[in-house]
């Protein structure tokens, strides 16, 4: 038999007992009647005792039920409350109703079955709130808070924070390479990482931390007791090395490494927007650190925060200003040693900022949406300069332009690239787009058909930067690659270190056995040249050969090119 207690607010003995009586007469439930006769009574039952439902008639002798349910709502906001009068108003009906009660009964309708019915269908209602709260509050596959219940406690948070002159901490984390696991083990096992991390989390953290998934691979902490950063340090070295621990999935053990960025309430922000974007900061400064790390936000952080938001608003308007320009950089082929094409790269040279790095704005643009005007800019603009060198006379000649993820996503690029291709009259074969790693690891249907169309249009394909990420072959066979470009930081070894020849002559062979060229990038002597010619590097480009040019400069190479061809040609 099921047991409702019952708290029972009513001045009047007479009608108490007679509510009690109805109740007692109910068989498929027992309740447990508690009678009070006093508001103050009734407020400080609700905060000792656990009730299922509060029962108060409409008039009581020190207040009114109205008032009543606002103050028993301040102590329980979820607990169902009946109210009960000898007057059958329909004005008190909406009165009560509107203030947040359950139901409302005239007592000449009071029977033991009416009672029994208003009680549990209030109970019913009361438990379907409840399960909607949760769901509307909690994330459904890891059972954490979401998104929307940690601002509000975040905001709550701040409040309290704010009247009592306390500090709290909001930590963000972010699982390392999580991609790479989905990916490669597939959702499932994604899935199932992140539900035994958000378990870890729980045994790893105070019962009255908050813990959210605020999204992906993404989680958000709120630690409202903290005495400083040497607390919150061995707090996230406590995470970092609970969530570092082997997890066994399906008779196997992943190894997961997580980032974590900390900010502080007052210190770093008063907002919940502020504190979110300044945790959100220092998790990218602890990525940058390397793997399982984390980091403070700080003043250098406010300062890259104020400059990127000064490089957003002078982005925006020089993408009509047209205040950009494109340099071109040399590619050589290494057996032949002449040029075969140019990398265009673009420059920005601000009135006021002066030069801006491309590491600077490139980032601030693919946040902001920006990069894709900025890249049809690039795109075009390349295409016409190719355009005009070919006009002079060097029609074999390519060139390279860098390619952003967000132009893969957008249908409107490959229509774009065509009308470029035709208004310029291009081989689409001399323009190579140079895709990154991380694009291949997202071995979506749209990625591999974009792909697909534009080899099927004779665009070459390069992946840059190759050997800096996840260099899998899983990623590489499933795209039409042509070329790969090893990174840098290969080649600034290659003088002295044997294990980088090592690791650049197995690349070099393994894209020669996939028949893709290879180019060397950041050559800066002779002597780095003259090795990757005799591991049979295709191509290369750095500042042994030249650094970018402008375009005027750029133009001058062409001219010299094509007249020593002219010269070897009438020999």
Known sequence: MNEVKVLLVDDDPIDAKLLAEHLSRVRKTKYHLVHVTRSGQAFSHLKSQSYDIVITDYYLGDTDGVTLIHRLREINQS???????????????????????????????????TIDRTIRHALERARYLSKLEYLANRDPLTGLANRSMFEEELSRAIAISSRHNHQFAVLLLDLDRFKEINDTLG????????????????????????????????????LQQTSGIDDISLICSKILAGLSEPTPINESSLFVSTSIGVAFFPDNGTSSVDLMQKSDLALYKAKVLGRNKYSFFSHDLQERLHYETTIEKALREDIDRNHFELYYQPKYNLHTEKLTGFEALIRWNHPELGFISPADFIPVAE???????LSDWITETACKQLHEWNNLGASDLGMAINMSAKQVRKAAFFEHLRNFLT??????????????????????????????????IGIQLTLDDFGTGYSSLSYIK?????????????ISGTHANQQ????????????????????????????????????????????????????????????????????????
């Open 500 to 571: 980088q020849m090592s690791i650049v002559q197995a690349i070099i062979q393994l894209a020669h056995a996939l028949k893709m060229h290879v180019v060397a990038e950041g050559i800066e002597t002779q002597e780095q040249a003259f090795k990757l010619k005799h591991m049979n590097c295709d191509e290369a480009q750095g500042f042994w050969y030249y650094k970018p040019l402008p375009k005027d400069k750029a133009t001058e190479l062409v001219i010299n090119f094509i007249a020593q061809e002219n010269e070897q040609t009438t020999d």
């Open 478 to 490: 499933n795209f039409p690659i042509d070329k790969l470009k090893i990174d840098r930081s290969f």
């Open 367 to 373: 946040k902001t949406g920006l990069i894709l005007e």
């Open 423 to 456: 208004q310029y009259k291009l081989n689409p074969a001399s323009i190579e787009l140079e895709v990154t790693e991380s694009l291949l690891v997202d071995s979506s249907i749209q990625n591999i058909n974009f792909f697909r169309e534009l080899k099927a």
């Open 79 to 113: 607990i169902p409350i009946i109210v009960i009068t000898g007057s059958d108003s329909d004005e008190i009906d909406e009165q009560v109703m509107t203030a947040g009660a359950a139901d409302y009964l005239p007592k000449e309708e009071l029977s033991s079955s």
């Open 187 to 222: 959702h499932n096992v994604g899935d199932l990482l992140l539900t035994i991390i958000g378990n870890r989390l729980q045994k790893l953290l105070r019962e009255e931390d908050v813990i959210a998934r605020i999204g992906g691979d993404e989680f958000a902490i709120l």
